[in-house]
């Protein structure tokens, strides 16, 4: 089975993106390569940098924390990425 991650990455606009994969390098690659296999998102708001992931034990586990992560404001969010030791406001 495999292993599921979510992550959040901050665009070039400093605006956040929270997703779920089984590879968070395959993924990152896909949103920012162009080719079609990223997030709609990411057309306009080019990813810049990966600043949150945490592991998940299955798909359905992933799916309800990013759930709950979209539900967080951003200050909310912040506080979630600095308490991981990621970015800071």
């Known amino acids: 089975m495999a292993d599921w991650t ?6 070039e606009r400093g ?11 395959r993924r990152l690659a896909e949103h920012g390569g162009g080719g079609g296999r990223g997030a709609r ?3 306009f708001n080019a ?3 990966l600043v949150y992931s945490e592991p998940a034990p299955d798909r359905a586990c992933a799916l309800r924390r990013e759930a709950a992560i979209k539900r967080l404001d951003r200050r ?5 990425i600095a308490a991981a030791g990621g970015m800071t406001a």
């Open 6 to 11: 979510v992550y959040i990455v901050e665009s």
């Open 15 to 25: 605006t956040l993106y929270t997703g779920i994969t089984t590879s968070v390098a």
């Open 41 to 43: 998102y990411f057309r």
């Open 47 to 49: 990813p810049q940098r």
């Open 76 to 80: 909310a969010k912040l506080a979630l």
